[in-house]
Structures are given as structure tokens and as C-alpha cells.
């Protein structure tokens, strides 16, 4: 959109049933593309989806990129404050090899909005590409970050990390994560173990979607409104479960990021969840 290249310009690639890129379509489209002339120059990939948490495998994305000498960016807005938890370290990607990642502490963080980074891997690049000199706010030799931006005046948002970093620390950032992920696991047993609810596939971070599972004779419509039915339910009890159309389907979104969300939270929510089910009989 910024870029102004238009949406149509844009090259959807194929997701697994994880919600994840499938590397061998995405390769498919490289080649396509070329084969008629078309000039890919960038991938960009998700580190935690927006609507299923997914995690793609930004390792093998940055393989073809190095392959077809591709630009690679990696949405890690959502899903980057993973690497803030030693314990989820069997997640960590290598993310210094992209060539750009954006992360937002305003997400799993939990600093007030706005605050989004975009960090470039060659500061260079950053210069030479992205930058627009604006000769008469260049007073001296220092950098003017006004100058790598789209608003050249601006709130120092990054006060706000510097602050919330100094003031928590990773080691606290660590182990609110490691609840949240604690959380999120215990709860996607449940689903897994009731009867019947379903859940659309293993969480990779901390969102869940799930939703009462079709009833016999029960079409799609109908399938739809006992969702939209439980989610009211869920919702006079004070719990807001987001519904969302994902891969042609209704589903509620549970996301396990509230650090106050406790253990027993979710006890209070799996009870009032077996209540619905049970006085439905
Ligand atoms: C994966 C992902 N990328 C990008 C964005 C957009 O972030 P921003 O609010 O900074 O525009 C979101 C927002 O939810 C997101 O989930």
C-alpha cells in the first residue's frame, strides 16, 4: 500500500493446515514469476500470524530468498517477543540473517501504544534506500532519525521500551511469557479432551481458535450460530472471545495475553465452559 505497488502486485503463497507459508509453493511462485518476466524482489513472512498465531519457518524462507537474492522481511510484530523467553528457545528462528524484521513491543510487551520497530540488518541499506535528506533540520553531523521515516516529527516512543525494559527486564519479560504459553497449553488440552468443542489446529504461540464442534445434522449456518451462541454466553460472564472468519469459517479467538490471566482465570473459564455444555445437556 505504502509502496504503492497495489495489492495485485502481490503474490499470495499457499499456507499450510498450520496456517504456515508452504515453502515449496512459494518457490513455485518465484519461478513463475520470472518465467514471465515479472521482478520479485521481496518475501515477506510471519513471525505469529494475526489470526492463528502461526509461526512461519522464516529459516527456510530466508534460504530461498538467498536463492532468488531476494529482500526477506519478517513480520515479527506479533510473535517476536518469544525470543525474550530462554525457555522457548526451541522457537527461536535466526532472525539476523533477514534483512528486515518489525517488531512491536506495544503487542507482547505489554507498552502502551504506539511502539513498533522496524530494525534493518545493514544500517546501510536503511541509509541508502530509505533515506530523505531534509537539509534544513540538519543542523550537525549526528544522525536525524527524522530523515529514515515516514513522519519526520515524532513522540520518542522508544522512551517507553527503554523504560519497560529497565524497569521489568527480560527475566520478568521471560516468565510472563512462559505463563502465558503455560496457559494457552493447559487450555488447548481442554479443548483437545472435550467432546464437544474443537479446536482448529496445535497453537503455535498463545492464540487459540476453537469453537463448539458440528452437530450432526447441523449445516453450516446452523453451525455458525451455535458459535456466535456460545460466544454470547461466554460474553455475559464477562469473557470476550473475538470471532473471526478464518479459512472460510466461523471461529473464536482466545488470546492468552493478559498477565493477569492466571491460573485461576482459567479454571473460572474451563468451569463455565463445562456449564455451558452440561445445561445444554
Ligand atoms: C502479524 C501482524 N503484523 C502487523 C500488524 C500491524 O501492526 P501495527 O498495529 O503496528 O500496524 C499486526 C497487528 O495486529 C499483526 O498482528
Known amino acids: 500500500m505504502l509502496l504503492g505497488i497495489g495489492h495485485e502486485s502481490v503474490i499470495r503463497i499457499k499456507t499450510n493446515a498450520q496456517g504456515r ?3 515449496s509453493d512459494l518457490r513455485d511462485n518465484i519461478q513463475k514469476a520470472i518465467a514471465v518476466s515479472q521482478m520479485p524482489f521481496a518475501v515477506v513472512s510471519t513471525y505469529g500470524t494475526t489470526n492463528a498465531g502461526a509461526l512461519d ?3 527456510e524462507v530466508q534460504k530461498v530468498c538467498e536463492e532468488f537474492n531476494l529482500w526477506h522481511h519478517i ?27 518489525s517488531f512491536n513491543p506495544q503487542k507482547w510487551m505489554f507498552v502502551s501504544k504506539t511502539c513498533s ?32 521515516g ?14 519497560s525494559l529497565y524497569l521489568i527486564g527480560k527475566d520478568s519479560y521471560g516468565k510472563l511469557i512462559d505463563l502465558n504459553f503455560s496457559i494457552t497449553r493447559q487450555f488447548a488440552t481442554f479443548i483437545t479432551q472435550h467432546e ?4 482448529y489446529t496445535e497453537p503455535d504461540l498463545n492464540i487459540i481458535l476453537f469453537r463448539p464442534r458440528q452437530e450432526n445434522g447441523q449445516n453450516r449456518q446452523q453451525h455458525a450460530e451455535a458459535t456466535k451462541k456460545f460466544q454470547n454466553y461466554l460474553y455475559k460472564q464477562q469473557l470476550y472471545v473475538s470471532p473471526i472468519v478464518w479459512k472460510g469459517t466461523t471461529w473464536l479467538k482466545c488470546i492468552f495475553l493478559n498477565p493477569y490471566f ?12 463445562e ?7
Open 21 to 23: 507459508m508452504h515453502i
Open 57 to 59: 519457518e522464516v529459516d
Open 75 to 101: 513480520d515479527a510484530v506479533y510473535g517476536g517477543a518469544v525470543i525474550l523467553s530462554e525457555s522457548q528457545q526451541h522457537l527461536w528462528p535466526n532472525f539476523a540473517k533477514a534483512d528486515s524484521l
Open 117 to 148: 520497530l522496524l530494525l534493518f540488518n545493514q544500517f546501510s541499506q536503511l541509509e541508502k534506500h530509505f533515506r530523505i535528506a531534509a537539509p534544513y533540520v540538519s543542523e550537525n553531523e549526528e544522525t536525524n532519525w527524522g530523515e529514515y
Open 150 to 163: 515516514i513522519q519526520g516529527s515524532r513522540h520518542t516512543s522508544v522512551l517507553k521500551l527503554w523504560l
Open 196 to 199: 464437544q468443542l474443537e479446536m
Open 262 to 273: 492466571d491460573q485461576t482465570k482459567l479454571d473460572q473459564l474451563i468451569r463455565l465452559i
Open 275 to 281: 456449564k455451558y455444555f452440561v445445561s445444554r445437556g
